[in-house]
């Protein structure tokens, strides 16, 4: 190339001025290719983007999922809930499940399990003021208000004031830079599958070949790797928290994902 040619190129990009969304994203995109930026960087700018366009029920916890304390709990059984879920916060309900009092930090729970200071503790006494969010806010909004607040929870209440579920500071980033693991996520492989009553849980990580050989199943497919590979093959997008699928004889339940990925899925056989 030229230096004459090399010197339009760089003006052409110089005057060239996205217009709409997908003009930036595309520019974007064309930036990774020729390495101006790396694809983490681009794959988060992105995410921005997409944050300043999302609402709140679209990533959040729905009200079935919330992992809640009860103001008539006793503390060892508080501390019980702290140790099997492994949150760092737990929104605290009323006696009748009508109202959330409160957030729990699990931390404030230390002082009082030594014997000494059992007889000080007061469940109302540690709980901090709750953020109370619309499911049809934007996410960039409540990100300025937790934020501004110095919070990292929110209940998301539906358009007639009820209970729709919880959302976190740390769900908006994962749509920023993907899935955020801390000390307790837990990536070994006799973890992949977990037992409950009436349904499994999976990570999407888990490979078809070791699906098959633990539900004695036939899903295997030459085109995937992974069980969230053939989900989302089968429908078509990444899904969002709380889609659903049929493969047979499995009912696929998506329980956390990302703009990127799934990452868990409740199963349940379909009986014949």
Do not use: W
């Not at 934007?138 to 300025?144: A, C, G, I, V």
């Not at 110095?150 to 740390?170: F, K, N």
């Not at 989302?232 to 928290?241: A, D, E, F, N, T």
């Amino acid at each position: 190339m030229t230096f004459k040619e090399l010197k339009k190129k760089i003006f052409a990009r110089l005057l060239r001025r996205p217009h709409t969304r997908e003009e930036l994203l595309n520019t974007l995109r064309e930036a990774e290719q020729e390495h101006l930026v790396d694809h983490d960087a681009e794959g988060m700018l992105e995410g921005v983007l997409q944050v300043s366009q999302m609402q709140i029920r679209d990533i959040m916890v729905p009200r079935s999922q919330m992992t809640i304390i009860h103001e008539d709990e006793s503390f060892d059984d508080i501390v019980l809930h702290v140790i099997e879920n492994l949150h760092s916060r737990y929104p605290v309900m009323n006696k009748d499940r009508t109202k959330i009092l409160g957030i729990l930090l699990a931390k404030n729970l230390l002082q009082y399990t030594v014997e000494t200071e059992r007889s000080k503790f007061s469940l109302h006494n540690i709980l901090q003021q709750p953020i109370i969010a619309p499911e049809s806010q934007n996410l960039d909004k409540l990100l300025k208000t937790l934020k501004k607040q110095r919070s990292h929870m929110a209940i998301v209440i539906d358009e007639y004031g009820e209970i729709a579920g919880l959302i976190t500071m740390e769900d908006i980033f994962e749509q920023i830079v993907g899935d955020i693991e801390d000390e307790s996520d837990d990536d070994d492989d006799d973890d992949d599958i977990k037992e409950y009553d009436n349904y499994h849980v999976i990570k999407a990580t888990l490979s078809i070949e070791n699906f098959d050989e633990y539900f004695e199943s036939e899903l295997n497919n030459e085109q995937c790797e992974t069980i969230g590979g053939l989900v989302i093959k089968h429908l078509g997008h990444v899904p969002k928290r709380g889609e659903e699928i049929t493969i047979a004889p499995f009912t696929f339940k998506v329980l956390h994902s990302d703009k990127r990925r799934i990452r868990l899925l409740q199963i349940s056989k379909i009986e014949d």
